[in-house]
């Protein structure tokens, strides 16, 4: 069950702000922006009933901005995504995204004014340019900081449950629960898992390889197919042949630990990379 939690958790944190764009929420935020807009733009004062036919576009209009600014984050969450490099991630949110909604927002406020009111509403208005393209600016920046927020709150959250997670394991007969955050090591031998600990204990798993690798944090660097590591068991590191890592283990007790492991060239670049971010 372990696996598929936090398989279930990883993706929770991807879409709990794409919540925003499904129902009801969508519907709520869309008819929140358009009524707040209304009453900006609008002198209710001297209402008409042709009012009524203004705030019904006004809602097709902002449900329509809504869904081009989710089609947006789609293609910036496969280029650039926020569990990559958050810093570019944010930075291509707050410009060249918030460009193309405010953009959008005016082409689609101009081809619905010309096709219900022949361009007799808004069309190149001073006020429409100077009112409601700044409030859909402001709306756009409002977006991103709730979008952003609620990634990093459940970002916070999976951390702290991760962190908190403990795993079942055995030692001679006896079962044993072992906090993730105190593993440096995990491994295989003659087709056994070890987990070991930071006291250099070390227990036999149920678990395989691949599934703990889907567990772990980012503490933890698959080396090869026998080892996930941590730099607390890491000695130190040297180039080998053919553009592989060697890496050099503080085994001590543990006899049928490697004391040198090696990481493969394809993997090489990636490990240092890991090295940087620790």
């Known amino acids: 069950m372990g696996l598929s939690f936090f398989r279930q958790r990883k993706q929770d944190v991807s879409e709990t702000q794409e919540l925003l764009f499904k129902w009801p929420y969508v519907g709520l935020i869309t008819f929140s922006i358009t009524t707040l807009n209304f009453l900006v ?132 007969t006896a079962h044993k629960f072992v906090d993730l955050n105190d593993i440096i090591c995990i491994y295989t031998s003659l087709g056994n898992t070890y987990v070991v600990d930071g006291h250099y204990n070390r227990f036999v798993s149920e678990k395989t390889l691949g599934e703990f690798e889907e567990l772990v944090s980012q503490h933890f660097f698959r080396a090869n197919r026998q080892f996930l590591v941590t730099m607390a068991i890491i000695d130190s590191y040297k180039s080998a042949g053919n553009g592989k890592v060697e890496l050099f283990l503080n085994a001590k007790s543990i006899d049928d630990l490697n004391k040198s492991i090696h990481v493969s060239r394809s993997k090489a670049s990636s490990f240092r990379s890991w090295l940087r971010k620790g």
Do not use: W
């Open 41 to 172: 733009t609008y002198n209710l004062r001297g209402a008409t009933l042709q009012y009524v036919n203004f705030y019904i576009i006004d809602l097709v209009t902002t449900y329509l901005i809504i869904r081009f600014y989710a089609f947006g984050l789609r293609v910036l969450n496969r280029k650039v995504p926020l569990r990559g490099d958050f810093t570019k991630r944010v930075t291509y949110q707050f410009t060249l995204h918030t460009l193309s909604v405010v953009i959008f927002s005016i082409l689609i406020n101009e081809f619905l004014d010309h096709l219900f009111f022949n361009g007799e509403r808004l069309s190149l208005s001073f006020e429409f340019y100077t009112q409601d393209t700044v409030l859909a600016l402001v709306f756009t920046l409002l977006f991103h900081c709730l979008y952003l927020g609620l990634y990093l709150l459940s970002v916070k959250k999976l951390s702290l449950e991760e962190g908190t997670k403990r795993i079942k394991v055995f030692q001679g």
